[in-house]
């Protein structure tokens, strides 16, 4: 898992850590030691702990003029043990929503597992971001992990299914990415053709 890093082609749009407004900003990173762990696994130290001990992330985009954010994670998501969900929520998202963030493209291919507990902070999410005509979209779930999230009702908060996995998002700017999706949610169109 070490050799699994948050994607960084985008660096040169934004960085997180040098970004005022973020969670993140002037978190210091050491390339050289790794301190991170999910379980008995080190994790390459670019990845952000938002407050969970089995989930990370990286806030690989944000604009705030057209008030939309872009995630990656990694790890097990549990919300069952961990309450990971009000991490994200209060930590990331609260935050971000402080700035007019109200549409979140959360990249999921590396979170390995789900474990549900209830959806009261999803339902939050939800109701904050739809108040403004926003949403929440997540992009390429592992089947098991979707089936997961689909057992506890979460497609009724947010964006995930089959519709919205097999995204090939890494080669495009995270604004195509953003029309792309939106694109998608308005339902005017059925894949994303890059």
Avoid at 104 to 109: D, L
Avoid at 145 to 155: A, G, H, P, T, Y
Avoid at 156 to 173: A, K, T
């Amino acid at each position: 898992m070490h050799d699994i890093e948050p994607h960084y082609l985008w660096r040169d749009r934004y960085i997180a850590s040098e970004d005022e407004q973020s969670p993140f900003f002037g978190r210091q990173y050491n390339e050289f030691q790794f301190t991170q762990k999910i379980y008995n696994y080190f994790i390459h130290p670019q990845w952000d702990n938002f407050g969970s001990s089995t989930l990370y992330m990286k806030i690989l985009f944000v604009d705030y003029e057209e008030g939309f954010a872009i995630f990656e994670l990694i790890g097990e998501w549990n919300d069952c043990l961990n309450n990971d969900i009000m991490f994200l929520k209060r930590n990331v998202v609260d935050n971000l929503s402080d700035y007019g963030i109200t549409k979140y493209i959360v990249v999921c291919e590396n979170v390995l597992n789900f474990h549900g507990s209830d959806d009261s902070y999803y339902e939050e999410w939800s109701e904050d971001v739809r108040d403004e005509n926003g949403w929440i979209c997540f992009v390429n779930l592992l089947s098991h992990v979707q089936d997961e999230m689909e057992d506890v009702k979460l497609q009724h908060f947010v964006n995930l299914g089959n519709y919205y996995n097999d995204v090939n998002w890494r080669p495009h700017r995270p604004r195509n990415l953003y029309k792309a999706i939106e694109a998608m949610i308005d339902g005017a169109i059925k894949e994303i053709y890059f």
